[in-house]
């Protein structure tokens, strides 16, 4: 239970690892790709498809996978890097908490049907 509202609390995972796989699917600058010796990208990320200069560096939120420190420490630093990436002071504890809710994930993932037309609460 405490990795649980640490995800949705202090740890900030829920902003972006939502819904039944823990991804908004969208795209993201954690610095991931990002040399700090040369400050440069490594790898452009999301740019290689579209081309376009504000997609240097992203990449799809993945679902939940062992990052830990690399979101504790807010990412890795450069020009690009998502604004709701921030350090989050995490304690050693704190992040064993999480990635026992994480363990608590573990298991087959089924095929999720959307809801059928006109069955949803209005």
Request: proline share 7%.
């Amino acid at each position: 239970m405490k990795g649980m509202e640490l995800f949705e609390g202090k740890a900030n995972c829920a902003t972006c690892h939502v819904s039944f796989n823990f991804t908004d699917e969208m795209y993201h600058n954690l610095g991931v790709g990002w040399d700090a010796k040369t400050k440069k990208l490594a790898d452009q990320g999301r740019s290689d498809v579209t081309e376009k200069d504000a997609n240097r560096g992203q990449f799809k939120t993945p679902t939940l996978r062992d990052v830990m420190v690399l979101y504790n420490r807010g990412g890795n630093a450069n020009p690009g890097l998502d604004p709701k990436m921030k350090p989050l002071g995490l304690r050693g504890d704190e992040i064993d908490a999480l990635v026992a809710f994480m363990y608590a994930l573990t298991g087959p993932v089924t095929n999720a049907e959307p809801p059928a037309a006109g069955s949803l609460p209005k």
